[in-house]
């Protein structure tokens, strides 16, 4: 996808919230455009004073949560055999369902909300749930919350880095699994006072 990479920029240049939900919608719906790319662009240009974070939050995560709906949908109506048979005509990996697989069976609807902010997993997670026909009111919800750190993060980081905001496509990864660490951490100290809050 990297050959797309200035087409996609031009783009949100050209059309802005629309390209943001746009290219967000079909990054959640499997479509490999790193989120990085799109929520960073884009962060940039609210640094440039031609978008604003809250514009470029609503119409992030609006798009990115219909993509994940309409990804659950292809995975309860098609199935994997179906996912498997026709992904690769949109540069869907088999090897990537298959760690977003792995990641739903062993935790289950909870790896809804916590792989929106893991690489790779964040994008293909959505096809699993649909797979497993999970409740849709809690998927959707979890999806939301989910996103919204993530969303919130990277746009964050584009704004901060400004006109090297395209370090976030080196560091995407590495920032991604560092948040979650940082969260980890941070459920563990607010348990830890909370217990010892009660004794």
């Given at each position: 996808m990297s050959g797309f990479s200035?087409?996609?920029?031009?783009?949100?240049?050209?059309?802005?919230?629309?390209a943001v939900a746009l290219l967000m919608g079909m990054e959640n719906a499997c479509i490999p455009i790193p989120s990085e790319l799109i929520l960073g662009f884009a962060g940039y240009l609210i640094y440039a004073g031609r978008m604003t974070f809250w514009g470029a939050m609503f119409y992030g995560m609006l798009?990115?949560?219909?993509?994940?709906?309409?990804?659950?949908?292809?995975?309860?109506?098609?199935?994997?055999?179906?996912?498997?048979r026709y992904g690769h005509y949109f540069f869907i990996k088999k090897s990537h369902v298959d760690m977003a697989q792995?990641?739903?069976?062993r935790y289950g609807l909870k790896a809804v909300f916590f792989s929106r902010m893991?690489?790779?997993?964040?994008?293909?997670?959505?096809?699993?749930?649909?797979?497993?026909?999970?409740?849709?009111?809690?998927?959707?919800i979890l999806t939301i919350l989910g996103s919204l750190p993530w969303t919130a993060l990277i746009l964050g980081a584009g704004m901060a880095l400004g006109e090297s905001w395209e370090y976030l496509l080196k560091i995407g990864h590495e920032l991604s699994i560092l948040f979650v660490l940082v969260c980890i951490v941070a459920a563990a100290v607010w348990?830890?006072?909370?217990?010892?809050g009660r004794r």
């Open positions: 200035e087409m996609f920029l031009s783009f949100i240049d050209s059309w802005g919230y629309f798009g990115g949560v219909l993509g994940s709906v309409f990804a659950y949908e292809v995975g309860r109506r098609g199935g994997r055999r179906f996912v498997d792995r990641w739903f069976d893991l690489p790779v997993i964040r994008t293909f997670i959505s096809l699993p749930a649909g797979f497993a026909s999970v409740d849709r009111t809690r998927f959707l348990w830890y006072r909370r217990k010892n």
